[in-house]
């Protein structure tokens, strides 16, 4: 049982390339969900999904977009890297997603990305 | 305003006990309070959580105070890998599905 993966763990981009990142779960839960942590500030929500199949924007989901084709795999795509998108990206999953309160979220070991 | 405020940074003695505190003057009847720790260089990992009572689990205890405007995350007996940033995050089924981290406490153990 590995819980959330995600790769790459290390990633380099210049200015306006693209690329993708991949999270997965194997816990069968519903919910995922992806947010960046920068030095400072506490993690924020960049998008998250309710389920196969549906995505959602977060609090700052400008310059992102994600897609949720199977359950297990969650992708975060940056179509044309900027620098303000440096920082360091974690995938999280969940079951019951938030409901009463009493929902837990499982975290990925996070992908450090930096954009020159 | 779903914050929380803790102390940015605490100090303790490996194989003594630890109290964390976190105030949460304006916490509703429905919001849980849930503990979660960032270790270096590592994802958030889930601590602990609770209503009303006072909780315990392998990692921890949580108690919150009779009037629920303060919380304490208690590690029992604190080990060097115990060292990371503890989050106290109020959370209910109306704060949407992020879980907002703040700033937390950072906990340095000593030998």
Redesign the interface.
């Known amino acids: 049982n590995a819980g959330?993966t995600q790769t790459p763990k290390f990633r380099v981009l210049k200015t306006g390339q693209s690329m993708t990142l991949l999270c997965a779960q194997d816990m069968n839960h519903e919910?995922m969900?992806w947010?960046r942590q920068d030095p400072?500030?506490?993690?924020?929500?960049i998008h998250?999904s309710?389920g196969e199949g549906t995505t959602a924007k977060?609090?700052v989901p400008d310059g992102y977009n994600v897609s949720r084709l199977k359950k297990q795999n969650f992708l975060l795509g940056l179509e044309s890297a900027a620098p303000s998108q440096t920082s360091v990206y974690?995938c999280?999953s969940s079951p019951l997603?938030?409901?009463?309160?009493?929902?837990?979220?499982?975290?990925?070991?996070?992908t450090r990305l930096t954009v020159l | 305003d779903a914050k929380t405020t803790q102390p940015n940074s605490m100090e303790s003695n490996e194989e003594e006990p630890v109290h964390l505190p976190c105030n949460h003057s304006t916490i509703s009847g429905?919001?849980?309070i849930?503990w979660y720790r960032q270790l270096p260089?590592?994802?958030?990992?889930?601590v602990i959580?609770g209503?009303t009572s006072n909780v315990n689990n392998r990692m921890a205890s949580l108690a919150i105070a009779e009037d629920r405007k303060s919380s304490t995350l208690i590690l029992h007996r604190a080990t060097l890998r115990d060292a990371a940033v503890y989050?106290c995050i109020r959370?209910?089924?109306n704060?949407?599905?992020?879980?907002?981290?703040?700033?937390?406490t950072s906990l340095l153990v000593t030998p």
């Open positions: 959330v919910y969900y947010y400072g500030m506490g993690l924020r929500l998250y309710v977060g609090e974690f999280a997603g938030g409901a009463g309160g009493i929902d837990t979220q499982y975290f990925g070991p996070g | 429905t919001d849980y849930h260089s590592q994802g958030p990992e889930y959580h209503l989050y959370f209910n089924s704060s949407g599905y992020a879980l907002n981290f703040g700033k937390g």
